[in-house]
T-cell receptor
Framework: DGGITQSPKYLFRKEGQNVTLSCEQN?????MYWYRQDPGQGLRLIYYSQIVNDFQKGDIAEGYSVSREKKESFPLTVTSAQKNPTAFYLCASKGAIITGELFFGEGSRLTVL | GENVEQHPSTLSVQEGDSAVIKCTYS??????FPWYKQELGKGPQLIIDIRSNVGEKKDQRIAVTLNKTAKHFSLHITETQPEDSAVYFC????????????????FGTGTRLTIIP
């Protein structure tokens, strides 16, 4: 079945450690996105990529980094510079039409101890 | 990004009754207005969307209405059922439709809908 796979689903890390969240899609979509979800704040865009080897900062990119070496993959690294990393992280993708459905993964919950 | 306000933040409705969630926006030439549903522990999923050339769109028990003059759009769920319990988000692309993939959706803060059996 086509879709987006995020891993791990739950992740615990100590303060000061970098962590990388995986996002893989087999929908052949060009655009991929990372959102952060906190209670009462909706979804906030961290980074997005329209094409391989290119990505742009979203609204809250500080403390995060991404790469887009393959069309199918868009990993997110939460660095030690991110002041409040504990959150629910959602990856999404969208096909090459001007407006259309965002397809989300099931999310990764990161807890920093 | 576009500023979008969503109300209410929580809503409890007796099973069988209707639920209405409203989003207002400040300034946009966008002509695409989607609604997403997020079930517990899952990612959001598109349930309905509307374009500005129509004022209302229905899909079985759900409908979306759009008032571009007043700058608001609403989600209506009729004959609510327990499986409608979820968090609902409206979203808005910035400044209309430009080139593909360039629209960074701005999401509302979400409405937690609880259907009481």
């Amino acid at each position: 079945d086509g879709g987006i796979t995020q891993s791990p689903k739950y992740l615990f890390r100590k303060e000061g450690q970098n962590v990388t969240l995986s996002c893989e899609q087999n929908l052949n979509h060009d655009a991929m996105y990372w959102y952060r979800q906190d209670p009462g704040q909706g979804l906030r865009l961290i980074y997005y990529s329209q094409i391989v080897n290119d990505f742009q900062k979203g609204d809250i990119a500080e403390g995060y980094s991404v790469s887009r070496e393959k069309k199918e993959s868009f990993p997110l690294t939460v660095t030690s510079a991110q002041k409040n990393p504990t959150a629910f992280y959602l990856c999404a993708s969208k096909g090459a039409i001007i407006t259309g459905e965002l397809f989300f993964g099931e999310g990764s919950r990161l807890t920093v101890l | 990004g576009e500023n979008v306000e969503q109300h209410p933040s929580t809503l409890s409705v007796q099973e069988g009754d209707s639920a209405v969630i409203k989003c207002t926006y400040s300034d946009s030439a966008s002509n695409y207005f989607p609604w997403y549903k997020q079930e517990l522990g899952k990612g959001p999923q598109l349930i309905i969307d509307i374009r500005s050339n129509v004022g209302e769109k229905k899909d079985q028990r759900i409908a979306v209405t759009l008032n571009k003059t007043a700058k608001h759009f609403s989600l209506h769920i009729t004959e609510t059922q327990p499986e409608d319990s979820a968090v609902y988000f409206c979203a808005l692309p910035p400044e209309g439709i430009s080139n593909f993939g360039n629209e960074k959706l701005t999401f509302g803060t979400g409405t937690r809908l609880t259907i009481i059996p």
